[in-house]
């Protein structure tokens, strides 16, 4: 399965004025492959990542890189041009033959040269100051594809609450191959225990939402998780924790509800529990 | 090809047809069958480091039904060696439960090692199945994944979150991880910096010794860590920048990394998956 590799957005902290940044770490080699023997493959292939930005009619190349076996390609966002949610991403192929202005991205390459299991990944990295988080992710294509989708997540990875020093974001990645979807779309914000609806986020498609938890939870503890659904479309959650006082973030997803089940009749599980939330 | 697979034969012979193809690349072995009362636990790792650590648990029979259902988070811990060394209990029915977990040492041995979590409730899987009708239903069981949290100095109101490793643990410590035949090699897509220390946590959830080359392509350097069975070890990188690749037997070789491990409070600390 091939991916896509987006680059993180640009997160305003109002009360300082600062920004968190981000940028997408890419090296040009398989992350799993099996070890080189006589009738084993050696590595040995240039990739281009051709960055693309979201216009309003299509998506626009802005940059390519060129990249040897065991070479580092690093985009910071800071360097482009472009909104701090805007949606740039970093398609892999083998071939320089871009398209500069396309309406559908083009499909990334696969750079596995076996059966080797693991998707194909990137750092995906923020930073505040001087200190920096990275998660390897990615966004596969298969997912990029789907024109229609659900969403199911929650906030259990948001940290303590004091907001005079901690501050918690979920930033919701959408990304679609299509530059036609641009519309906004609705993320129902609930109390798991009465089911009852706390607020509605406007997300749009292809883009990044970036939702601060603490302005929602600030007469609630901590510990009440909300849960996060849409009908309509599917996004990557991505938990990020900035703590003001010592400049310490962090960031991790959280697990898909297929993660939950193991076994031939897990998407029975899956519907179920999707069918209890959505 | 696949659709037409799916179409005219059973699930478990598709099964069986994707591990003989992909024979050199099992991650689980296939011997044991799967049902509602298996569980499959991720490998966490314990720092001994760090001033406390949470761990974020959740509830699946809750998330299923949509009700609030009692039951046990449990955890064992294992030393550097993979010996038992642990448990602790933790009884809630919240939908997810943020759990401060006690030191499994008394006096603490050894910097890093790992831990599983399994649940256990009167209310079982297969009973929430039946009541939805979905009696004949097998072929599926819970895996109880679950997040840490790193806390890498004293007074501090955030940590570093991270899922857990790879593990494939039953609670009776049946482990379904599998040896390859030949080897692989992983590459986490990350660049290390010689400004920054890091700690590379590796444990092992197979029934046979582990064995790691540890190669720092830049260098040529190979290091290489032998762990036994629910055993931890780690490797100190410092000084270097570049790209590393972990060489095993696993279908998938990736520890947790440490970046400037605690006792930490520069605010440059940080745990990540490779």
Known sequence: MSSFFPVPPTINIGELSLEIYGSTTFLNIPNNRLKDTIIGKSYNKIIYLGLYA????????IKIFK??????????R????VYPNQMLVLVPQKNNNFPKTPKKLPKPDSLRIDKSPVAERCSLNFYFKKSITSYQGEYPFEMASLEKSSFLSFDALKQTYNSKEVVNFIIFMNINVSSDLQGEVKINVFNPCNKSLKKEIIAKRNSFTIHRIQEENNREKINSVDFYTSKDSSFIPINLTLNLKTNQLSAEHTHPPTELFYGLNKMDGVRLLKKTWL | ????????????????????INWNHKVYSLRDDINFETNLSDFFVWSNNCYRIE????????LITGKKIEVTHNF??????????????YQTNNFFEKILLDSPHESPKGKYFSFIHYVDSETSLYEIFDNYGLKKINEICEQNRGYTIYYPQENKYSGAVVHGNFGGISKNFLKRATYNSRKHIYTPIYKFEEQENYDLVFNNPTNKYLIIKIHLNESDKII??????????????TNYTGSISFESKLAICRPLIFRNPAPNCQGNFDVFHS
Do not use: H
Request: charged share 25%.
């Open chain 2, 76 to 89: 064992i811990f294992f030393n550097e060696e993979g010996e038992l060394i642990n448990s602790q209990k």
């Open chain 1, 67 to 76: 990249t040897y076996p065991y070479e580092y390609a690093q985009v910071e």
């Open chain 2, 224 to 237: 290489n860590l032998n762990i036994p069975t629910f055993g931890t070890k780690f490797f100190s990188l």
């Open chain 2, 55 to 62: 761990f974020v648990a959740e509830n699946l029979r809750s």
């Open chain 2, 1 to 20: 090809m696949k659709k037409f697979l799916k179409k005219y034969f059973p699930k478990k012979f598709i099964n069986y047809l994707s591990y003989l």
């Open chain 1, 78 to 81: 800071k360097d482009f041009e």
């Open chain 1, 54 to 61: 979201l216009e309003k009619c299509n998506w626009s190349l």
